[in-house]
């Protein structure tokens, strides 16, 4: 088989490694005392944070009082300090400034910008007895400091974010001199940085305080799982599992970059880590330059829509949406999984289209069925150990009282133990070189339990998080301490039980590994830290101007009032964002403008959008700006490693995208798809359905099912997708879930309404400022022996007015008020629900419907196999 020719230069691993470290950590390296102060206090952030994150200050030390103990307006204010100083001290100026050197006046400006940040926290108390009135040294210092936050922001993520959050400052100053539709009173410069800089609003808003309390230890926690040897773990393991089936090594990087991405929050860090050794693989068994680097994006990409992190995602969504952490990544988990069974899916259509094969295993190959066994029978021991855990240390606890933390920390220090002198039973990983002649598939029993180890880390960070259901950053503590006790002890117990290698060598190394982490943890951290501060000017912006209300205006005129138009430009307006800003300030930016008006929009069409489906449908579209051209910087990283056309490559993958694009539009109509009000089984049957909607949607999009599609089995599989994913659509069509009334029905009797009943109230009124103003009000009926009482429990009393039905009270925190019922707004027609057959019928036609489309294709299949093994093999 021929090589697929390269576009571009292949770049070798020390580039790589710059260009992930120029977009993540700072490019810069200094020497000498100065590279003692940045890998210093990189090192002092981490322990920092830790020690904030951790249940151990104490309130009352006998000398020094309350040590330690920081409220969050305080922890905020140092965190953004130590972020300020690192990206000042890493992150080069100009392209052409110095990396083996900090200049003296970026030193002066980490100093300058690290004070302004921290003065929060010095100043505390004297600011807290002045709250709203700013005297000159607040004013002076916070312009010192939007200046330079704005500065570090440029520096480490460029200008798209700056530029957005000076438009939105100019537009907080300027908005008398607006064009009538966005014009606003304006603010004078003390109030501007008082919102913006000495209160909570803005800089040291939400956003930061997120940062603050729990991305970093979930950042920190990644790098110290990434140092202690997990990442090259995941991509051997995957590659011993999938890499003998067809395009292999292609199946593998995705499975191996989803695994990492669970950790990581970098797009480019997650290419660059897996991609140095995937993308060779793929182009040795025929993928073109190009699509290997695309399905490593398309892969890296999606980790970021993985729980339990999210790309940091998952914690800001906690704060805007108001549900607890458990309740987001529960409704975040199903999309993302099938979306990587779909790419999954695309890798197998791809290699069916070329003929490909897998690579050779190691060994003797055993029979599918053999394999089968030995996963159910892993399978059911892992669930018996895990309920004998689970229901081990419910009855422990109570049992042990005081004593159950020392008692299970020793339980949980036995078995990491244990599972070290099980794993030192088989040799130590090491990675092939991706560019041997043959590679041969390691054995997937010995290379999973070499490093069963790894995964206990994320066992307790589970444990935590969904069972004992601590705070994220707590879970995210806990978790790291083990994985600081894993690092510390894992290479001298190897010694130990390997009876090989020097005891006071391996301390060393694992001291040295951990102090790495540390500071790799805090790098990463800079750009995060930086975004989402900077992202609380925006915000901060909003809160100030009122702009938001005006944009829900603006958006409902170029959208018609018609939510899926609505929705179609949020999407394009997050990808436009995205293109130049992180994913985190993406969603932070799009959320605050669009989120609210998407909820508003959809209610007044009738249609209750829960407020997670549309900060979800936001953060998709973030996370798909990294796939894009022009401006798709995983797909430039990807490129580099595979030596393919970047642009190319980003379409290639954006393509490759397409299943993950059409999710949030799905999700936001069907609602099932986020596991909302779902019991266990109807989630076992969504999960099942949209499963295949999406793999046949995925066959549709590329092209390929079981041979090449013609163009009416590509629409009649859409149409079968769609009905998967939609069958209500199709059910409202055959049985109105609704039956229309007059709005008198409400008062005369005529049709007396079951309580409990959801109503559609079709609303003629005014809005706030006096326009007319028509919508759609949701009500459910309370209790009572009629109509009209069942309205009155739920708030509402109606006046009939020369035959038009008003609304005449509506009662203070009711349900009513909830639909936004307002005095004297009149009910033109009423929308009672009526019974109507199980939406999932529909699913039996559609896939009834699938059957020719199996067979027209299996048989054309047949008929081309020998051909496309002749092209193959002369390929």
């Not at 965190?79 to 900090?102: I, K, M, T």
């Not at 975004?531 to 000017?537: D, E, H, N, R, Y």
């Not at 739920?794 to 609304?807: I, N, Q």
Request: charged share 15%; with cysteine; proline share 5%.
């Amino acid at each position: 088989m021929s090589e697929p020719k390269n576009h571009a230069k292949q770049v070798d691993d020390a580039e790589l490694q710059d260009m992930v470290a120029a977009t993540d950590s700072g490019a810069r390296n200094p020497s000498g005392w100065q590279k003692v102060l940045l890998l210093g206090t990189a090192l002092c952030w981490s322990l920092f944070q830790i020690w904030i994150a951790s249940p151990l200050p104490f309130y009352d030390w006998p000398v020094v009082g309350s040590f330690g103990v920081f409220n969050d307006t305080e922890a905020r204010s140092i965190h953004l300090a130590f972020a300020v100083f690192l990206a000042f001290l890493a992150y080069p100026a100009l392209g052409g400034s110095p990396r083996d050197r900090v200049p003296v006046l970026d030193l002066v400006l980490a100093l300058v910008g690290a004070f302004t940040a921290a003065y929060l926290f010095i100043f505390y108390e004297q600011l807290s007895t002045r709250p709203g009135a700013p005297i000159t040294q607040d004013i002076v210092v916070a312009c010192v400091g939007m200046v330079l936050l704005l500065e570090a922001t440029r520096r480490a993520l460029g200008p798209p974010l700056v530029i957005v959050a000076v438009v939105f400052l100019v537009y907080t100053f300027a908005g008398p001199y607006m064009p009538d539709i966005i014009a606003h009173k304006g603010a004078g410069l003390a109030q501007v940085v008082n919102h913006q800089w000495v209160t909570t609003e803005g800089v040291f808003g939400i956003a930061l305080g997120v940062s603050t309390s729990f991305v970093f230890l979930f950042v920190l926690f990644g790098a110290l799982l990434d140092k202690a040897g997990a990442g090259n773990y995941f991509i051997k393991l995957a590659f011993s599992l999938l890499g003998h089936l067809r395009g292999g090594p292609a199946k593998a990087a995705v499975v191996s970059s989803g695994m990492t991405g669970l950790i990581s929050g970098s797009s480019i860090a997650n290419v660059v880590t897996t991609g140095t050794f995937t993308v060779p693989m793929m182009k040795k068994v025929g993928f073109s330059a190009e699509k290997a680097g695309a399905v490593e994006v398309a892969s890296s990409v999606n980790g970021q829509i993985m729980p339990p992190v999210m790309g940091a995602a998952a914690f800001l969504m906690v704060e805007y949406v108001g549900l607890s952490y458990v309740e987001v990544i529960t409704h975040a988990f199903l999309p993302a999984l099938i979306s990587y069974i779909a790419l999954v899916y695309i890798v197998h259509l791809e290699a069916l289209k070329l003929g490909m094969q897998g690579l050779p295993r190691r060994g003797v190959a055993k029979t599918w069925q053999a394999r089968l066994m030995g996963f159910l029978l892993g399978f059911l021991i892992t669930t018996g150990i895990a309920l004998a855990v689970y229901y081990g240390l419910g009855w422990l606890k109570p049992l042990l009282g005081g004593a159950a933390g020392p008692v299970i920390s020793l339980l949980l220090g036995a078995v990491y133990v244990g599972m070290i002198a099980f794993a030192a039973r088989y040799p130590e990983l090491q990675l092939d070189d991706p560019n041997a002649d043959v590679i041969e598939l390691p054995e997937t029993g010995p290379t999973f339990k070499s490093g069963l180890h790894y995964l206990l880390p994320v066992v307790v960070l589970v444990w935590c998080l969904m069972v004992e259901r601590l705070s994220p950053g707590l879970s995210a503590f806990w978790a790291s301490v083990l994985m600081i006790v894993i690092l510390l002890t894992q290479r001298p117990l190897f010694a130990v039980f390997r009876r090989s290698g020097n005891l006071q060598e391996a301390w060393k190394l694992g001291l040295a590994q951990l102090i790495d982490g540390l500071i790799s943890g805090a790098r990463n951290m800079i750009g995060i830290g930086i975004a989402t501060a900077t992202a609380g000017i925006i915000v901060g912006a909003v809160s100030q101007t009122g702009v938001g209300s005006v944009l829900a205006d603006l958006v409902e005129v170029l959208s018609f009032g018609n939510l899926l138009l609505m929705l179609l430009l949020t999407a394009v307006l997050s990808l436009i964002l995205g293109m130049g800003l992180p994913t985190t300030a993406n969603y932070i930016v799009v959320s605050s403008l669009l989120a609210p008006v998407i909820v508003t929009l959809g209610q007044e069409s009738g249609l209750i959008v829960p407020l997670i489906a549309v900060h979800l449908f936001v953060f998709y579209f973030g996370i798909m700006a990294d796939v894009t051209p022009p401006v798709g910087l995983a797909s430039f990283a990807a490129a580099a490693v595979s030596g393919g056309d970047p642009i190319r490559t980003g379409f290639v993958a954006f393509f490759y995208s397409l299943r993950t694009a059409i999710l949030p539009f799905l999700f936001i109509f069907n609602t099932d798809l986020l596991l909302i009000n779902v019991d266990w089984w109807h989630g076992i049957a969504v999960f099942v359905i949209s499963t295949i909607g999406i793999l046949l949607f995925t066959a549709a999009t590329q092209g390929y099912f079981f041979a090449r599609n013609r163009l009416y089995e590509t629409l009649l599989l859409l149409l079968i997708a769609f009905s998967l994913f939609r069958p209500g659509f199709w059910m409202d069509m055959i049985v109105p879930p609704y039956e229309s009334r007059p709005g008198q029905v409400l008062l005369d009797g005529s049709g007396d309404i079951d309580a409990g009943s959801r109503l559609r109230l079709h609303i003629e009124g005014v809005d706030d400022i006096g326009n007319p103003r028509s919508f759609v009000a949701v009500l459910t009926l309370g209790e009572g022996d009629n109509t009209v009482d069942r309205l009155a429990d739920a708030g509402l009393e109606l006046l009939d007015s020369d035959g038009k039905v008003l609304v005449d009270m509506v009662g203070f925190g009711s349900r009513a008020e909830d639909a936004g019922l307002m005095f004297d707004q009149v009910i033109e027609r009423v929308e009672v629900p009526q019974w109507q057959p199980p939406k999932e019928l529909i699913f039996i036609p559609a896939l009834l419907l699938l059957v020719p489309v199996v067979a027209l294709q299996r048989r054309r299949r047949r008929s081309e196999e020998p051909a496309v093994r002749a092209e193959a093999s002369g390929g």
